[in-house]
T-cell receptor, first 112, second 115 residues
């Protein structure tokens, strides 16, 4: 059984650019959640997608947006990148929206 | 407002001894709690969870204790092994709230188990 995968593993962008991060959920899982982890902190909830619909959102500005596809994979898009967006972005999938979340390895984003 | 706090940034124990990691929370709506372990360059790995209707849950070497009146939970690892060296995150959830089943994480505790 394949676990949660994310791409790319590392990314360098400049301020003002846009970025798209991708996540493939674990087989059979219909829910994907995205988190941002800054250095030395715990992950912060960005949003959750359940059966292709947004199912909750954390305190992130609208320039953070997402999608979930019919196969339950997901994208996180960030527009107008700022230096503070530099972080590890984690995707987690779960069997259903209230079930245990299993994390992928993350995408390390550096904004210069 | 830090709703989940892990007050010890680091903990060092000898192999074979008990490791106790602590976590406090402030939001009384939390009713499900989890512990994750994270190695460098990897995502968090789920370890063990507990529902608020229980006060203890055990899985092999790992036991989680929940004290609802004190809003405190702890993770016990017995016996500790060098491979347990990692950052441990406590997380809490209030399933059913309108904002989805978001996890609120603590800042993490770096556990080092010395051979």
């Amino acid at each position: 059984e394949t676990g949660v995968t994310q791409s790319p593993t590392h990314l360098i962008k400049t301020r003002g650019q846009q970025v798209t991060l991708r996540c493939s959920s674990q087989s059979g899982h219909n829910t994907v959640s995205w988190y941002q982890q800054a250095l030395g902190q715990g992950p912060q909830f960005i949003f959750q997608y359940y059966r292709e619909e947004e199912n909750g959102r954390g305190n992130f500005p609208p320039r953070f947006s997402g999608l979930q596809f019919p196969n339950y994979s997901s994208e996180l898009n960030v527009n107008a990148l700022e230096l503070d967006d530099s972080a590890l972005y984690l995707c987690a999938s779960s069997l259903d929206w209230q079930e245990t979340q299993y994390f992928g390895p993350g995408t390390r984003l550096l904004v210069l | 407002d830090q709703q989940v706090k892990q007050n010890s940034p680091s903990l060092s124990v000898q192999e074979g001894r008990i490791s106790i990691l602590n976590c406090d929370y402030t939001n009384s709506m939390f009713d499900y709690f989890l512990w994750y372990k994270k190695y460098p360059a990897e995502g968090p790995t789920f370890l063990i969870s507990i529902s608020s209707i229980k006060d203890k849950n055990e899985d092999g070497r790992f036991t989680v204790f929940l004290n609802k009146s004190a809003k405190h939970l702890s993770l016990h690892i017995v016996p500790s092994q060098p491979g347990d060296s990692a950052v441990y995150f406590c997380a809490a959830s209030a399933p059913g709230e309108t904002s989805g089943s978001r996890l609120t994480f603590g800042e993490g505790t770096q556990l080092t188990v010395n051979p």
